[in-house]
């Protein structure tokens, strides 16, 4: 099942903040997050892990909560080179030892001088 | 490590054709995944392969659309009787799934397709 990205677009100016919110309707064994730039193949940022381990980026952080089945990504201080679409990725148990990566249909962000 | 590898970057085709596609992924990944995407829209996934067993297969995935991985490694794609629907960016990812634990998925260029 997809999981529902909010806001669909941000504009910041350099030096904003932004927050990119996640959430699924099925329990999640994982959240990935990725950065898309225009014709160009998405890039990992972080993943978060149920149990609290998450692996990731040193400018970007992220949280994971489990019981709501939500994830947030932080970006602080942005520059130039954060705009892209950013996509969650949320890994749900799709049975039959089976884990299913399903993509949002992602955040547009754009930073502006 | 070159990554994962995808050809041909672009193909076009006539509507009513075959076409396949090839991903080679990380060496040493046994996760691989298919996603399919369009303008402005994310990844859709298609189906993934736990070495060369298949395990999921969307249901966008119509009998047109069959994939393989023999033997654990490349896999392809194959689209018969390709329609002008088809026309999108079809994506291969992989990664490493040991005892539970894994690594993030890494993406390829992918494979633009345009069914005229």
């Known amino acids: 099942q997809q999981p529902v990205q909010s806001p669909q677009a941000v504009i910041l100016r350099e030096g904003e903040d932004a927050v990119i919110n996640c959430s699924s309707s099925?329990?999640?064994?994982?959240v990935h997050w990725y950065r898309q730039k225009h014709g160009e193949a998405p890039v990992f940022l972080m993943i978060?892990?149920?149990?609290?381990e998450q692996k990731g980026h040193d400018k970007i952080s992220a949280s994971f909560n489990e019981k709501k089945q939500q994830s947030s990504l932080y970006l602080t201080a942005s520059q130039l080179s954060y705009s892209g679409t950013y996509f969650c990725?949320?890994?749900?148990?799709?049975?039959?030892?089976?884990?299913?990566?399903?993509f949002g249909k992602g955040t547009k962000l754009s930073v502006i001088p | 490590d070159t990554g994962v590898s995808q050809n041909p970057r672009h193909k076009i085709t006539k509507r009513g054709q075959n076409v396949t596609f090839r991903c080679d992924p990380i060496s040493e990944h046994n996760r691989l995944y298919w996603y399919r995407q369009t303008l402005g829209q994310g990844p859709e996934f298609l189906t993934y392969?736990?070495?060369?067993?298949?395990?999921?297969k969307s249901r966008l995935l119509s009998d047109r659309f069959s994939a393989e991985r023999p033997k654990g490694s490349f896999s392809t794609l194959e689209i018969q009787r390709t329609e002008q629907g088809d026309s999108a960016m079809y994506l291969c990812?992989?990664?490493?799934?040991?005892?539970?634990?894994?690594?993030?998925?890494?993406f390829g260029q992918g494979t633009r397709l345009t069914v005229v």
């Open positions: 099925k329990a999640l064994y994982s």
């Open positions: 990812a992989s990664s490493l799934v040991t005892g539970g634990r894994y690594t993030e998925a890494f």
């Open positions: 978060l892990l149920k149990g609290g």
């Open positions: 990725g949320t890994e749900q148990y799709s049975g039959a030892g089976s884990y299913q990566l399903t």
């Open positions: 392969f736990q070495n060369e067993a298949q395990l999921e």
